[in-house]
């Protein structure tokens, strides 16, 4: 079945292809239903694989080229054919995997997805997700950029994208849905938000849109599905993930600036393991490009192999959900509306 | 000297003119340079004034109206004469005080702002700046709310703005400056901003520019003004202070969810005071309305007498610095270029 088997770029990302086989190692214990095909230079792969008991579930597919993390996308893509990212994703088209995932370069990775697997019908504009730690859980926040724009026809898409991709990794059977402003107040904001806001509330798309939020919302998890245009999500979540590691610098310095913060520190351990973990990075760890005919995971390129493992997971669960009807039946819908409207004008 | 007075609306801010007074006790305590115009109902403040000692260094102004923090600025803008808001800002333009400070209803305070003190030439839209802390100290960060949008003129005359108020409140000689982008990459970003960045980098305007800024370079402090327009700014300024009290949320709940975290936190108490300090928001209160004949410092509504205080000496910096007279400059000499541009074309 497909949609048990995983495809991986092996070679992409800062510390590939060790990283990258620690965490499929750790994926595999924990998901024994699927299996993998490896993408990447078979002599550095082969012992990898081997010494990690990996074998019998691994096929491993040579590729001698590697897209670099510095590598322009417009240079990437004169060199696709025979680099392990365009063989990790062509698995997808070709349809020997459910999922493909690379922690390698992004803007190449979206290059190569869009060429081999198209975007879907009713899509303009792919999207790319960022997982964001709420006080109760996670939020999905899309666009955070793969377009530096949004038109409000955009920004519906990107909510009924995001919906089904929030029911597949969270498990939320009616994921909530807000418009990212900057006040929450009607008759603030630009047109293009007055106009989303406006289709998202039609209930012929069956979305459990609640409104306008703010940024502080975001963190706060007002609601599961936050969508803005890549711009806006990108500084935000960038600036999020700075005061974060803002934060964690005082506190490093707070607790080991003398001797008796030092022994506080010490008794409070198993609390502040617990705020390690809370704050760890890897536990948010994977994007995707929302919008195309098959899946593909952008996992953080400077991840560890349990990040690697959340972003392998990630894969898995949408390979075997019914994230892309949903999306289809969502988008025809709200095509449907568009030819009503038309029609009534 | 009008430089060494200011002007307060006693009557803004969620809990006035109690939380007022407070502030203004502890700045005046602090700089007993200043004397104060207290705008309000006299009734309300000649008691507390006078029990907080301050009545020799306050003249009290009655105003029987109040602006409440709710009402819409074009609702407030219909009867701003007889409020105390409208009072404060108008002591700057009849040159009774060098700066007014309110914690009032942010959109009555722009709206009357611009009312009164107009416009500087050379300046189409006015931005509001926000403290922002960092890893080295404190970086300013424009617009962050007074406009939807900025074009590249915008964003340039944001930068002269910015840098000269910045020298002003944080001392700097020569404060740098960063665009804020999705992207460090020259190629990278909207076509407003490569032509914004591209006008920053000429010589004549005298500017530190360091080029573009992402959302993480914020709080590492990686620029001293940071120049976005008034959505991002805005969105980008809310989802850390989210995720900042996030943090602060898992911090708590870590150090108080055993006997042993809570000794921990208790022996550690020095260091995490420390923290607090640190992450305290009253360190950064006050944001100012740039680009008008006048200053103008917006203290935030919930902030505490400590905030307010903050919000005090920012109007103080500015008040007897020589901020309007670099802004006047900066632009005219951004002026001048535009001319030679346009003659050479």
């Given at each position: 079945m497909r949609g048990l088997v995983l495809s991986i770029d092996a070679m992409g990302g800062d510390a590939a292809p060790a990283i990258v086989l620690d965490g499929l190692k750790l994926f595999a214990a924990r998901r024994p239903e699927f299996t993998f095909q490896v993408h990447g230079r078979a002599d550095e792969l082969t012992a990898g694989v081997e010494s990690r008991g990996l074998t019998d579930r691994c096929q491993i597919m040579h590729h001698e080229d590697i897209i670099s993390m510095s590598e322009k996308p417009s240079t990437a893509m004169r060199r696709a054919k025979g680099t392990s990212m365009w063989g990790a994703v062509q698995a997808v088209k070709l349809?020997?995997?459910?999922?493909?995932?690379?922690?390698?370069?992004?803007?190449?990775?979206?290059?190569?997805?869009?060429?081999?697997?198209?975007?879907?019908?009713?899509?303009?504009?792919?999207?790319?997700?960022?997982?964001?730690?709420?006080?109760?859980g996670r939020a999905v926040v899309l666009d955070v950029g793969a377009n530096l724009d949004?038109?409000?026809?955009?920004?519906?898409?990107?909510?009924?994208?995001?919906?089904?991709?929030?029911?597949?990794?969270?498990?939320?059977?009616?994921?909530?849905?807000?418009?990212?402003?900057?006040?929450?107040?009607?008759e603030k904001g630009r047109d293009t938000l007055k106009l989303a806001a406006?289709?998202?509330?039609?209930?012929?798309?069956?979305?459990?849109?609640?409104?306008?939020?703010?940024?502080?919302?975001?963190?706060?998890?007002a609601v599961d599905v936050v969508v803005t245009d890549g711009f806006t999500g990108n500084v935000a979540l960038k600036a999020a993930e700075g005061t974060a590691r803002l934060v964690a610098t005082y506190l490093r310095e707070a607790l080991t600036e003398g001797v008796a913060s030092k022994m506080g520190a010490l008794m409070a351990?198993?609390?502040?393991?617990?705020?390690?973990?809370?704050?760890?990075?890897?536990?948010?760890?994977?994007?995707?490009?929302?919008?195309?005919?098959?899946?593909?995971?952008?996992?953080?390129?400077?991840?560890?192999?349990?990040?690697?493992?959340?972003?392998?997971?990630?894969?898995?669960?949408?390979?075997?959900?019914?994230?892309?009807?949903?999306?289809?039946?969502?988008?025809?819908?709200?095509?449907e509306d568009d030819d009503l409207r038309e029609a009534a004008q």
């Open positions: 349809g020997e995997a459910g999922a493909a995932i690379s922690a390698g370069n992004t803007g190449a990775l979206m290059a190569f997805s869009m060429l081999s697997l198209r975007k879907m019908d009713g899509v303009h504009r792919p999207a790319m997700t960022a997982m964001w730690p709420t006080i109760t949004a038109d409000s026809d955009q920004l519906v898409t990107f909510a009924i994208m995001g919906e089904a991709y929030a029911r597949a990794v969270t498990g939320k059977t009616k994921p909530t849905i807000g418009l990212l402003n900057i006040g929450s107040e009607e406006e289709r998202l509330r039609e209930p012929s798309l069956g979305l459990d849109f609640r409104g306008y939020v703010e940024g502080n919302d975001i963190p706060m998890g351990s198993s609390g502040l393991k617990k705020l390690r973990t809370k704050m760890d990075p890897s536990r948010v760890n994977g994007g995707v490009l929302l919008g195309l005919n098959g899946v593909v995971v952008k996992s953080h390129g400077t991840t560890d192999a349990e990040g690697y493992a959340t972003a392998l997971a990630l894969a898995a669960d949408l390979a075997s959900s019914r994230y892309m009807e949903e999306v289809a039946s969502g988008l025809a819908r709200a095509s």
